[in-house]
């Protein structure tokens, strides 16, 4: 079961948190929210046949390198950053309390 808006599109952030969401297709790619909404002249949803193009999955991004979107090659950022010792990070995990 997937979130969704109101209007039946897929959603870029998840709430509460304003947490970045990537999408997962059955090939193992990964779409940005637009795309997996049918934006940029994307064909996934999750009754897609083709396995290109099926939504399996919908997961925060919390740390990371940012996840490029396999269709627009849109980066979307993960919540908590890269993970490399610059000072945004360690604000990130103080607040994690990691
Ligand atoms: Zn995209």
């Given at each position: ?31 940005c929210?637009?795309c997996?909404?049918?934006?940029s ?28 979107c396999?269709h627009c090659s849109k ?24």
């Amino acid at each position: 079961m997937l979130l969704r808006d109101a209007d039946g599109t897929m959603p870029e952030f998840a709430w509460p948190g304003g947490y970045p969401l990537i999408y997962v297709l059955a090939d193992g790619a990964m779409l940005c929210s637009g795309c997996a909404s049918g934006g940029s002249g994307s064909l996934a949803s999750e009754a897609a046949e083709e396995a290109q193009w099926r939504i399996v999955g919908q997961d925060i991004h919390w740390e990371g390198e940012p996840v490029v979107c396999a269709h627009c090659s849109k980066q979307v950022p993960s919540a908590y950053g890269s993970g490399e010792t610059d000072g945004d990070t360690n604000d990130a995990r103080e607040r994690k309390g990691v």
